[in-house]
């Protein structure tokens, strides 16, 4: 295997480590040609080519239900397998997503990152902010 000296990953083939190595550099050549965001994977680009199209390719085998990305298939399948694997350190609370277990240690931490610009009110959930815009100004 090919691994990322930086971060750790490994891959299968030189040229998909080479890929990977221009996230870190902070490259971005592929341009979506509908919005014009950048991404600095072509795979990533052709993901997010599908939020314009709709096309939803990854289906669920147990239920049914459609996904434009793989790895949100995956999440789903957790839904009914009951998986679990991200465990919290401090408390042992398990999640299905990795940013659900990071957005959860913000609660011990105390860390809260987003920031209302009008009134310097900050919050752990980003989503706790926007409900704050819309209600508080």
């Known amino acids: 295997p ?40 072509g795979s990533t680009l052709s993901e997010h080519q599908r939020t314009h199209t709709g096309e939803k390719p990854f289906r ?23 998986e679990r694997p991200y465990g919290c350190p401090d408390c042992g609370r398990a999640f299905g997503r990795k940013s659900t277990l990071a957005t959860h240690r913000r609660t011990h931490t105390g860390e809260r990152p987003y920031g209302c ?11 706790d902010l926007a409900k704050h815009r819309r209600g508080a100004h």
């Open 2 to 41: 090919y691994r990322c000296g930086e971060c750790g990953k490994a891959f299968g083939w030189s040229s998909s480590l080479l890929e990977h190595r221009k996230g870190h550099a902070g490259a971005k050549p592929h341009a979506c040609g509908e919005c014009g965001k950048t991404f600095s994977r």
């Open 60 to 82: 669920c085998g147990q239920c049914g239900a459609r996904f434009s990305q793989s790895s949100t298939l995956v999440h789903h399948r957790r839904t009914h397998t009951g």
């Open 117 to 127: 610009p009008q009134c310097g009110r900050r919050f752990a959930v980003s989503s």
